[in-house]
């Protein structure tokens, strides 16, 4: 992966990690930070400059570790190894957190970080799975630190836990060979073509998502599937049934029989609108006043009356095409 410069906090070359990316970077201009959460010059840019932002890698060590539950596929979702991504989705989430600064993050107490992991799951009654991608797209981080590979080797011998993580990249081959002993559930997410070449910029497409899918299920993972997020673009329905159905042709048989899908439909925010704007002012607009309510902290929601509408559309087109799958939950 290529960056123009590197941001960094001078304590991250107290680890092991920020030296191993120092050495890496070695041609690439650092400049040192106080904070990654502060970068003044980031945070000046104008919105258009959004794109070019995330050409830059910021390099720090993670402060925040507090566990967040989750009642959905884990226990917790767990601030990790990363924050942020180098791909422009124009529906990114972490946008409504870090504003234009959602440029790639990385943290190198890793140690730290899966410590306290592994402690929580051993000292607890019951198996936990924490969810360890909420903030990042850990495939793509990995092409970078060899974090995910680092992970699996150091958690697979937990004696009550599970690691989970979201996706939408197909660079798996390096995880294929680890011995994971079961520890590790994979979900990869999944749009239709369309939405994925409109809105998700930088990403793996769907035909290499499901055959990474396909591998790493091969490979003995847990292997989910997100649909996520549900954009009700015009001709939606048509576009999603599309999917369900290559879906249900494209995934292996193995894959199949023990397949959990999540659906989660699109949050939108008045951010998005103004970034998207100026970033990418020839990009389709996913704002529809007609289909959309407002929320708390200038967010966006489909209308009550059509999730409902589009859960039951789905739920019968999964039954039909991929009836032996779990349907875990509609959000």
Not at 18 to 25: D, H, R, S
Not at 148 to 168: R, V
Request: net charge positive; with cysteine; hydrophobic share 35%.
């Amino acid at each position: 992966m290529n960056f123009n410069a590197i941001y960094y906090e001078p304590a991250s070359l107290d680890y092991i990690l920020g030296m191993e990316l120092k050495q890496k970077y070695a041609n690439l201009p650092w400049i040192p930070i106080e904070s990654h959460n502060r970068i003044e010059e980031m945070t000046s840019k104008p919105n258009s400059e959004f794109n070019k932002m995330k050409k830059n890698l910021i390099i720090g060590v993670r402060k925040t570790h507090k566990y967040v539950d989750n009642q959905k596929i884990s226990d917790f979702l767990v601030p990790y190894t990363s924050s942020g991504c180098s791909a422009s989705c124009l529906y990114c989430y972490l946008v409504c957190n870090y504003n234009k600064c959602s440029y790639l993050r990385l943290f190198v107490n890793r140690e730290k970080m899966l410590g306290k992991i592994i402690k929580t799951a051993n000292t607890s009654d019951n198996p936990l799975t924490f969810e360890i991608g909420s903030n990042s797209d850990l495939i793509l981080e990995n092409t970078i630190t060899k974090n995910l590979e680092w992970t699996i080797e150091n958690f697979k011998n937990t004696k009550n836990g599970f690691l989970t993580f979201p996706t939408k990249f197909d660079m798996v081959e390096p995880l294929l060979k680890l011995d994971h002993k079961g520890k590790v559930i994979f979900r990869m997410s999944v749009n239709p073509d369309y939405i994925i070449k409109k809105t998700e910029f930088g990403t793996s497409s769907l035909q290499n998502r499901i055959e990474a899918a396909n591998k790493m299920c091969e490979a003995g993972y847990k292997t989910g599937i997100l649909i996520a997020p549900i954009i009700q673009v015009e001709g939606w329905e048509k576009m999603y049934s599309e999917l369900i159905t290559i879906l249900a042709e494209g995934l292996s048989e193995k894959v199949k029989k023990q397949l959990v899908i999540e659906c989660i439909f699109m949050t939108y925010s008045f951010v998005h609108r103004a970034i998207n704007e100026e970033a990418f002012p020839n990009a389709i607009d996913l704002y529809s006043k007609d289909k959309m309510t407002g929320g708390g902290r200038g967010k966006y929601y489909y209308k009550q009356e059509l999730k409902l509408s589009g859960e039951e559309f789905l739920r019968k087109e999964l039954q039909q095409k991929l009836g032996e799958a779990e349907i875990l939950y509609f959000c």
